[in-house]
């Protein structure tokens, strides 16, 4: 089993930075997608980015250029630095991780996680006012 524990959500203004920080723990194996998701209230899920077990990483358009996935595979952890924010960027941001090796977009990441073929925590909740 993999557990994972998100942190670092809250309130900003828009315009403004906040990073989030995901760890792992348990056996994620040696290679591992690992990523984000999120979902605002009253809206579906929205996947945003996955680094691959090669250190690929793969974004939603919708925060291509604002995101960064920053990840250290020695501590198994990775922040999502986040820049610019947006008040459509408020939502409930989730981890996941799944135990597979080589290509894995930010889309697969969140199916596999959500339908039972990886891992998600908790959540950790992120607010944006304009």
């Known amino acids: 089993q993999v557990r994972l524990v998100e942190s670092g959500g809250g309130s900003v203004q828009a315009g403004g930075s906040l990073t989030l920080s995901c760890a792992a723990s348990g056996d994620t194996y040696r290679s591992y997608c690992m990523g984000w998701f999120r979902q605002a209230p009253g809206k579906a899920r929205e996947a945003v980015v996955a680094?691959?077990?090669?250190?690929?990483?793969s974004y939603s358009n919708s925060v291509k250029g604002r995101f960064t996935a920053s990840q250290d595979n020695s501590r198994k952890t990775q922040d999502l630095i986040m820049h610019n924010l947006k008040p459509e960027d408020t939502a409930m941001y989730y981890c996941a991780l799944v135990r597979v090796q080589g290509f894995c977009s930010h889309v697969g990441l969140m199916t596999m996680a959500t339908t039972g073929g990886g891992f998600r925590g908790q959540g950790t909740p992120v607010n944006v006012s304009s």
């Open positions: 680094v691959d077990s090669t250190g690929d990483t």
